[in-house]
């Protein structure tokens, strides 16, 4: 991501992925409102989605389309997926993979998976930022699938983790 270190960071429209490993498509409102439900459950570890942007923001709500949106930026010092393969960092890697681990429980149990965790994962100077969803599953089939992506992004940090230490 870009716009790291600023105030905030402006995702667009035409920086999203639209459909995901199991072909489904998702909207930049569905990742605006997937970053929303993952800062209420849990806000410490997500940056604060800030603002919204329509195409035309005169339009009744119900017809307005977005265009983007801006979130709470954060100095990134390292990707976790770097994190758990340098050796500067290896030591520390395993605590923010248990700890990464943790928040994903709690945003299964609050039906918000991420569905695309390997590289949205940010070590900063407060501790982890997770980011960039993939958007809100359409249905408990895409729940599903993406709560499956989040375990298997659990599994490859640990895998990771454990081959830098065998090294």
């Known amino acids: 991501m870009t716009g790291m270190g600023e105030k905030t960071f402006y995702k667009s429209d035409s ?40 195409v035309d923001p005169s339009a009744p709500m119900w017809q307005r389309e ?49 569905g695309d965790l390997y590289g949205n994962v940010s070590i900063t100077e407060d501790g982890l930022k997770i980011y960039d969803p993939a958007g809100l599953p359409n249905d408990s089939r895409d729940e599903t699938f993406m709560k499956k992506d989040d375990r298997a992004d659990l599994r490859k940090f640990r895998n990771d983790l454990a081959e830098r230490l065998n090294t």
């Open 15 to 54: 920086n999203r992925t639209a459909v995901d490993v199991q072909g489904s498509t998702y909207s930049i409102r569905d990742e605006w409102q997937a970053l929303r439900r993952m800062y209420e459950a849990c806000p410490e570890y997500v940056p604060e989605p800030l603002e919204p942007e329509w």
């Open 66 to 114: 977005l265009s983007g949106y801006r979130m709470e930026s954060f100095d990134e010092q390292i990707k976790l997926k770097d994190a758990v393969t340098d050796p500067d960092w290896v030591d520390e890697a395993g605590h923010y993979v248990d700890e990464l681990a943790e928040v994903v429980d709690t945003l299964h149990r609050n039906s918000v998976p991420h």
